[in-house]
């Protein structure tokens, strides 16, 4: 996976895993051919489902986001990422079976607001197998 951040060549290995796996959960919430098959059906070869995506972003985002500079993180990118982390906030709140939301108008505006996120970082997801 690439992604493009203000100093990712100098920003320190341990940040820059944490800060991609956080950009990865993001690229799950905008794949709905993703949560089909993996939250939905079960089929792997990924081992996911809604509440640990919701918690892992959670979890890493909320120290993330307070501390975005330190990641290599610009001022566009860190608004992009406060603006969907309160969506997502205020949508997986009210929300825990994707089966029941995958096809609403609410969650379509949740993944596009991720894919936006995903534009500010130039994510490219390489896939390894």
Not at 58 to 78: A, C, M, V
Not at 85 to 94: L, M
């Amino acid at each position: 996976m690439k992604i493009r951040t203000a100093s990712s060549s100098d920003m320190n290995i341990d940040k820059k895993q944490i800060l991609e796996t956080f950009i990865r959960i993001i690229a799950h919430i905008s794949d709905k051919e993703y949560q089909k098959r993996v939250w939905i059906e079960g089929n792997g070869p990924e081992w996911d489902d809604f509440d640990e995506t919701a918690c892992v972003f959670f979890h890493e985002g909320d120290s993330i986001l307070e501390k975005y500079k330190d990641f290599g993180i610009t001022e566009n990118q860190h608004e992009l990422l406060v603006k969907f982390h309160d969506a997502f906030r205020s949508f997986s709140d009210d929300n825990y079976f994707p089966h029941e939301f995958i096809e609403s108008s609410e969650w379509k505006k949740i993944m596009e607001m991720a894919k936006e996120v995903l534009k500010a970082f130039n994510y490219q997801n390489e896939v390894l197998f």
